[in-house]
């Protein structure tokens, strides 16, 4: 196993109060392994996302228990965190266009990243290992003494992939890292994304609000809503066979180009307040399918045929 | 657009600009109540006397043609003769120059270093007790007349505690081989100590009063604008790559903040050299600052529109440096 989040609670602090972002979430990620993180804006995946390298704000709460390579990081000193943190698990975000220094060459980001966790690494090796990562996706390595603002937003993408490989890290968490681009340059770093992580032989969470992009690349898919995961399957599964409500709805939401249904489907009311989230199922207020428990208790999580899903309308079929 | 054709644009803009100053200065001068030729006779002297002086410095013949026979001197590089001192302006300024050039850069490099460090430590720390000091540092000290800061000091390390002279460059029994003018370098390069440190001693007060007054200003930007790079998703990504705090900090975020704070730095040197004119007056510092008091009260025509449109051309030049070092920190800037 590589990485493994039990009851993993990240909690922001308010004047408010605390907004439960991410509440008893438990996932696991294996060797090799792509995971899908699904859900609407606010569900709290980028902050689960975040959480993981421990990058959110000083004032920020974590509970439960998060473990990579079967070490605990939660409770990890600032200074050791600092080393797994790139070396170990990588980040790619969503924007390229604000991600990368403007004003520095791409070189000297590449450079200090590789100093910072290599610290006797010479100059020519780490020019080296640079053009050689860069060039794997598909950036000339002459291009390193550019200024990130010379790239388009793909090639941006690139160096910030780029960026994130070349210290090899076991895990890679992408936080929507095709969301800003156009469909096309979308598909090609997709690909690129999922070659390059059999190539180097890493884990990834991919974190998405797109269940078309995740459905061709993940093995499992885990459906977050309001700091839950609701549905955790297969991608096929998943698909063919949603337990969740709130699954089904998302599924039956996704545009089409049939002719005969040219009504946009969505699903009605909006997401809960993360301070106060309803007692029971956080989507009772929702759910076409409501019962009386729903808004008394929180569902507990049931295995059905191979999904575990959070719902109180499985709990009689239990296994 | 090159940088070399960008300099010479903005050195051809300022011609008129300086042409409409001068203008201004001219006849403000001219208009404000206080003659020249009083102040240099005293009100007692007879009349036939005052109406020589008059003739002697042109200031009988009408006004417009005083105009352009002045403007026709400076066009030449002629600033003219100070009517009070009967000597060129253009070697006065020269002479006091420096002692305000050593005054200005000393002041400066003091408020960068208390500007850098404290803003960015007080930004990496926001709403902590640091960074409110900080701001109510600024706050304060940018509403304290400079003057009143500078009599304080005086009144703190001069009269009271007697570590520090109150005024002046240089003790009269040190002596001290003038080159360049700036006595710290003076005396460094004759290995001269004890001129060395008297020189330090004088430069301490008036330094650190200007150097405060600046620093309140640029402690401001460089926090604010280093706080607002600290939430942008390029210092995240360097988080999230494992860089130490103090990498981020300064190579990242400040060094961005300083993008920001070069294009208005060149409005600042204005008011760092408005700062030194009350500096130089509270501290009897010889420089141009005090020169240009000194010359207000006696009315001193010449001096003072040589002096005004001396300031001019250097903050113009300023101006242009800064622009030339931000295209060098910012390497989207294009001219």
Redesign the interface.
Known sequence: MIFEAKDLKIYYKTKRGFVKAVDNINLTVEKGQTVGLVGESGCGKSTFG?GI?R?LPPSTFYGGSMKIENQEILGLPENSM??????KI??I?Q?PM???????KIEKLFF??LK??EPEITEEEARDRTAKVLEKVGIEPERMRE?S?QFSGGMRQRV?IA?TLV?NPILVIADEPTTSLDVIVQAQIMSLLNELRKEYDMSMILITHDLGVVAEMADKICVMYAGHIVEEALSEDLYYNPKHPYTKLLIKSIPNTNINDLDLKYIPGSPPDLLKPPIGCRFAPRCPYKKEICETNEPPVVKVDNTNVKCWLYSGVEQ | MSLKSYIITRIILAIPMILILLIMIFFILRIIPGDPVLAILGGKAPVEVIEAKRHELGLDKPIIIQFFDYLGDVLRGDLGVSTLTNRPVWSEIKDRFPATLELTIFSFILALIIGIFWGAEAAWRKDKPLDISARVYSIFIYAVPVFWLGLMLQLLFGIYLRWLPVGGRLSPRVSLDIKTGLFLLDSLFSWNWEAFWDVLKHLLLPGITLGLVISSIFLRMVRNNTVLMLSKDFVKAAKARGLKPKVILYGHAVRNAFVPIFTIMGMQFALLLAGAVLTETTFSWPGVGSYLVLKIKYRDFPAIQGTIIFFAIFVVLISIIIDIVNALVDPRVRY
């Open positions: 975040q390298l990058i600092r080393k797994i943190r790139g070396k990588g980040m975000f924007d604000t991600s990368l220094n403007p004003v520095m200090e990243t910072t966790h200024y603002f910030m960026l210290l």
